[in-house]
């Protein structure tokens, strides 16, 4: 079942060719709801030419601050998760972290302080030196 979009408004470009865009339509059944175009996307209940039509040149560029706070929101996000899963759990757990020998630990507790210092690296966000997660 295909969806007709009338109206777009506030399409931001996504790339340098601007043919992926963060946008929102006039949903007919929803209103207006938040609705990202990308090449990628294999539903086909939205048009996304019909849309590409209606942004026309109407849309904003990002800045390059605007880009680099959404690389560093992505690096942040990507950062907690490894904190999350692989870290928080060992080091927040006393038995397993007594189980690990001295230099284990140091390996760990520098692996971390690595991770909650990447915000701190020259060329954050769009240079990043993730360190080696510690066997």
Same mark, same amino acid.
């Given at each position: 079942?295909?969806?007709?979009? !009338?109206?777009?408004?506030?399409?931001? %470009?996504?790339?340098?060719?601007?043919?992926?865009?963060? +946008?929102?339509? !006039?949903?007919?059944?929803? #209103? *207006?709801?938040?609705? %990202?175009? $990308?090449?990628?996307? /294999?539903? !086909?209940?939205?048009? !996304?030419?019909?849309?590409? $039509?209606?942004? #026309?040149?109407?849309? $904003?560029?990002? /800045? @390059?601050?605007?880009?680099?706070?959404?690389?560093?929101?992505?690096?942040?996000?990507?950062?907690?998760?490894?904190?999350?899963?692989?870290?928080?759990?060992?080091?927040?757990?006393? +038995?397993?972290?007594?189980?690990?020998? %001295?230099?284990?630990? /140091?390996? *760990? /507790?520098?692996?971390? $302080?690595?991770?909650?210092?990447?915000? @701190? @690296?020259? #060329?954050?966000?769009? =240079?990043?030196?993730? %360190? =080696?997660?510690?066997?």
């Amino acid at each position: 079942m295909s969806v007709i979009i !009338n109206q777009v408004r506030n399409a931001v %470009s996504k790339n340098d060719a601007h043919t992926e865009f963060d +946008l929102e339509i !006039n949903h007919p059944e929803y #209103g *207006w709801i938040p609705y %990202s175009l $990308t090449t990628h996307d /294999t539903d !086909n209940t939205i048009n !996304n030419s019909d849309l590409i $039509t209606l942004i #026309g040149t109407n849309y $904003t560029i990002p /800045t @390059q601050a605007e880009k680099d706070a959404e690389t560093a929101q992505t690096v942040r996000l990507q950062r907690s998760i490894i904190l999350l899963n692989d870290i928080d759990p060992l080091v927040t757990n006393p +038995l397993r972290w007594a189980e690990l020998t %001295s230099e284990q630990q /140091t390996a *760990w /507790t520098a692996y971390r $302080t690595h991770l909650l210092n990447i915000p @701190q @690296q020259s #060329g954050f966000p769009n =240079t990043i030196n993730w %360190s =080696t997660k510690p066997e």
